[in-house]
């Protein structure tokens, strides 16, 4: 059959999302009052004057205290709290082990480097992520290869992965992008049949679940971020976790100058044994980790339970649709929440007018990614020195690649279509979420003269 067919029909599609979301689904498009209002953007109410709620946050004064401890402790480079936290996290992910890094993209280079995939290599990757995963490729001395994404669910598409394999492909530097599982079973099989590493890049997606396990611990190693804005935040901050045990101790060597695994900080005398670099974490990052984590269960639940909630209303107005999940999610965490915009059902109004009218009713929104696959700074690395001398000319030919890395999907999705609401957003209540709904249906409802006013 058909794989298009196991797609959720949309992230409501499943029985057992609706048990998850439990929602009053007698909404009906444009019978709510709001929608009789005028626009803000045409002088009308706006349909949230709320607060939405803060990011990052500092839950509790109980916690001040294990920083203060620290502070006054005089131990601030990694030791005891630093190793509780990798448990942890470890624990929490479902992993054997875990190490922690000063950042998500630091947590990429490593597990390229350490899974030892460099110059000759080709990453395929999606073109619709933040740019340190590509980047993260390119430190290593790698090419990326983009495979194009779903448009139905921005995740890199499995089928495209096949197709861009060949006899240079090494590995799959695989993002759950928006915190939302990518076709996870699929792109295993395909990475098995073809003795592939895959690499998850789960920065976005803290406890996203594919089949009740945890993302990052599918592949052969998985990166988190505890960037500010991430769904666990520490300020800045990352982690790699995985099950291989040499690949682990192989990390904790790289990202403390080559000591040998175990080496404690402050001992310089050991010898090193391999390359490094110095990418650890502080005590202090653990300890806001630590305070961070007693609640990220909590927050992750709310977020799935709200964004299946949101997704069911706007999926009641023509035009606006949320994503797809794959059959295998069990949890996405919506590190950001994605709509997808048909400017066509808005009388023709322009993706860039639409938002600026939402954003008028109260309801902060962006557009999202643009294009990644053709930003400049593949072509500099290909023309720095060190790229001249690892490949031929042919190889890094910069207008083949141009040719050969073409992504239409992801140029639609990012040129026109896609709609972000951040994840802070998920975490307020029902009523909050019925506003951003109605400011779209009021903006649906008065599409024609919002494009006539602003001469569009
Ligand atoms: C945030 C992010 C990273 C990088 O993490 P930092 O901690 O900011 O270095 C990598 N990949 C994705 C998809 C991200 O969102």
């Not at 101790?249 to 404690?264: A, E, I, V």
Request: aromatic share 10%.
């Amino acid at each position: 059959m058909n794989r298009r067919f196991f797609i959720r029909k949309s992230v409501l599609g499943g029985a057992s999302l609706l048990a998850v979301s439990g929602i009053n689904s007698s909404y009906v498009f444009a019978k709510s009052k709001d929608s009789l209002k005028l626009p803000a953007i045409l002088g009308g109410p706006k349909s949230y004057t709320g607060l939405w709620p803060d990011w990052p946050r500092w839950k509790s004064p109980n916690y001040d205290e294990s920083i203060l401890n620290i502070l006054r402790s005089g131990v601030w480079s990694r030791s005891k709290v630093t190793s509780e936290f990798e448990d942890q996290w470890a624990n929490m992910i479902g992993t054997k082990r875990c190490l922690s890094v000063v950042n998500g993209t630091n947590a990429l280079i490593t597990s390229l480097a350490q899974w030892n995939i460099g110059p000759g290599d080709e990453v395929i990757v999606t073109p619709y992520t933040f740019v340190a995963t590509v980047q993260a490729i390119l430190l290593n001395g790698a090419l990326p290869v983009f495979a194009d994404i779903d448009a139905d669910t921005f995740q890199i598409d499995p089928t495209n992965i096949e197709k861009k394999i060949t006899e240079k492909t090494k590995a799959i530097l695989l993002v759950h992008i928006l915190g939302i599982p990518a076709d996870m079973e699929r792109i295993m099989r395909i990475a098995r049949k073809h003795n592939l590493i895959v690499i998850e890049d789960a920065c976005q997606a803290h406890l996203a679940e594919v089949g009740g396990k945890k993302v990052g611990s599918i592949g052969h190693a998985g990166c988190f971020s505890f960037q500010t804005s991430k769904n666990m935040p520490i300020g800045e901050g990352g982690a790699i976790v995985s099950n291989d045990d040499e690949f682990m101790d192989r990390c904790y060597s790289y990202h403390n100058l080559g000591f040998p695994y175990g080496t404690q900080v402050g001992n310089i005398s050991g010898g090193a044994v391999m390359v490094g670099t110095k990418i650890r974490f502080t005590e202090y990052q653990a300890a806001i980790g630590l305070n961070q984590m007693k609640t990220l269960r909590a927050e992750t639940d709310k977020r799935w339970d709200n964004g299946m909630y949101l997704a069911k209303k706007i999926d009641a107005i023509p035009g606006i649709s949320s994503v797809k999940l794959y059959m295998e999610t069990t949890k996405a965490v919506f590190h950001l929440f994605p709509m997808i915009y048909d400017k066509q059902k808005f009388k023709g109004m322009p993706r860039s007018l639409f938002l600026k009218a939402l954003q008028a009713e109260g309801v902060p929104c962006s557009a999202g990614y643009t294009p990644l696959h053709t930003q400049s700074f593949i072509k500099n690395a290909f023309e720095s020195r060190l790229y001249q001398k690892l490949y031929s000319k042919s190889e890094i030919d910069y207008n083949d690649f141009l040719e050969n890395n073409q992504c239409p999907v992801n140029d639609k999705i990012c040129d026109e279509k896609s709609i972000w609401l951040t994840q802070n957003m998920l975490l307020g209540d029902k009523s909050s979420l019925d506003s951003i709904a109605n400011a779209i249906e009021k903006i649906s409802m008065n599409a024609e003269k919002i494009i006539k006013r602003e001469g569009m």
